[in-house]
């Protein structure tokens, strides 16, 4: 089976979002990826234009921590996957620029796949959005997309897959708002509440990782993808070592002291 999507009435009229939509059928032609959902084509029916996508089974990432928060270790087993995805985005020069629980699935065999390219942009500056323009999911989106920037780095993905992280380990996002404008300037503003404070189950070493991924600068998130993978990779052999020995002990692994049970 497969999946049709089809630009809304109200995009159609707008020549910025046409070109968005075939901007998405572009990329998704580029990339392979089997954490990233395959697209197969791209048509225009009776002036709207369609992508025809794989059907993917399963539910979102969303759905499955409406009633609980997710562990540390399950929580990096399904993004780790799909941040390979994220740099085979990356590698052909765009931005995800949308990730978030509700657009990763989980199949039924427990593989995540991204299945959303509808924000996608160049790494850098992007034709398409002027000075000032606010394009994305506002509790998900970087400082930077908040502020309007013109040019954005992968770090504008890394903090969106922060935020997915924190939501996914405590059951909330880490900025907040009755509006989306109230949302977007606690982005800007706000200070970042660790993880651990809002669930006491968090780790130390998926404190560290997250906090780094959520910092205001961009430049003080990781500097490559390889660097980041290392990173998740590391957190994941922390987070099972603590697991593994609730007392006070030295993580081999790593040779460094991992502290007690919360």
């Known amino acids: 089976p497969v999946v049709v999507k089809v630009i809304s009435e109200k995009c159609a009229s707008n020549a910025n979002w046409r070109e968005r939509f075939k901007r998405e059928a572009r990329a998704a032609v580029q990339i392979r990826h089997p954490n990233l959902i395959g697209v197969l084509g791209y048509e225009e029916f009776l002036g709207r234009q369609c992508l025809i996508m794989e059907y993917v089974a399963g539910a979102s990432l969303h759905q499955r921590i409406k009633t609980t928060p997710l562990p540390d270790a399950t929580a990096l087993d399904l993004l780790i996957p799909i941040v390979e995805g994220l740099r085979e985005i990356w590698r052909v020069g765009m ?65 969106s897959l922060g935020v997915t992280l924190y939501q996914i380990i405590t059951g909330q996002v880490p900025f907040k708002g009755g509006s989306a404008v109230e949302c977007l300037q606690s982005v800007i503003k706000d200070e970042l509440m660790a993880p651990s404070v809002v669930n006491q189950n968090v780790t130390a070493a998926m404190d560290h990782l997250v906090l780094r991924l959520l910092k205001k600068d961009p430049k003080e998130r990781f500097g490559t993808p390889t660097e980041l993978v290392s990173a998740l990779h590391a957190a ?20 460094s002291l991992v502290g007690g049970s919360r």
Request: aromatic share 4%; with cysteine; hydrophobic share 40%.
């Open 95 to 159: 931005l995800h620029g949308d990730l978030k629980p509700a657009n990763i699935m989980i199949q039924p065999d427990g593989t995540p796949k991204l299945i959303d390219l509808g924000l996608v942009r160049p790494i850098g500056r992007d034709p398409l959005v002027k000075e000032g323009d606010i394009v994305g999911t506002p509790y998900f989106m970087s400082p930077e997309a908040v502020r309007g920037d013109v040019v954005l780095g992968i770090q504008s993905d890394m903090w």
């Open 236 to 255: 994941r052999s922390q987070v099972l070592c603590t697991s593994a020995l609730p007392s006070r002990r030295f993580c081999s692994s790593s040779m």
